[in-house]
């Protein structure tokens, strides 16, 4: 990439080509990826795998579509932020679930002219909730409002 602010759209384009590869490609060889439930993938590879079960999988019917998304240049470092729309995720009984938002952060270095991420985090947006509580082993939406 030359500019940091394609990688949304690079992101959702190797998503809704269901393209692993084309979307691991996008981050550095030792890049960090957490996805929205914690789990944390520590490498390209890790990335390109996680990435191609799931959209091969529960996301093989899925399409990601980028809302807002706010640049900040820090030099060779820029931070991305940005909401993603999701849907047709496959629910574990087969059925269709219901569409949901995020919002991925994505750190972008520049080495040799070009941009790759170096780490990326991205965060369901749960409605109406201000935090999670945690019991009995289950994590569970709560508004303190």
Same mark, same amino acid.
């Given at each position: %990439?030359?500019? *940091?602010?394609?990688?949304? =759209?690079?992101?959702?384009?190797? !998503?809704?080509? /269901?393209?692993?590869?084309?979307? $691991?490609?996008?981050?550095?060889? #030792? ?8 789990? !944390? !993938? ?7 795998? $996680? ?6 999988? %529960? ?8 809302? /807002?998304?706010?640049? =900040? ?13 999701? $849907?047709? +995720?496959?629910? *574990? ?5 219901? =569409? =949901? &938002? ?7 270095? /520049?080495?040799?002219?070009? !941009?790759?991420?170096? $780490?990326? +985090?991205?965060? #369901?947006?749960? *409605? ?11 994590? &569970?939406?709560?508004?303190? /409002?």
């Amino acid at each position: %990439m030359q500019d *940091p602010s394609e990688m949304p =759209r690079a992101f959702a384009a190797a !998503w809704n080509a /269901r393209d692993a590869g084309a979307l $691991a490609a996008l981050f550095a060889a #030792d890049a960090d990826f957490v996805n929205v439930v914690g789990l !944390w !993938w520590h490498d390209r590879e890790a990335i390109r795998a $996680a990435h191609d079960y799931g959209l091969r999988g %529960m996301f093989r019917n899925s399409t990601l579509k980028i809302g /807002r998304v706010k640049h =900040r240049d820090l030099g060779d470092v820029a931070v991305i932020h940005a909401r993603l729309h999701l $849907a047709g +995720q496959v629910a *574990p009984d087969g059925s269709a679930a219901d =569409r =949901r &938002s995020t919002v991925i952060t994505f750190v972008m270095h /520049r080495r040799d002219g070009e !941009w790759l991420c170096v $780490a990326a +985090q991205n965060t #369901d947006i749960v *409605p109406g909730a201000e935090s999670h509580v945690a019991g009995d082993g289950v994590l &569970s939406p709560a508004d303190y /409002r």
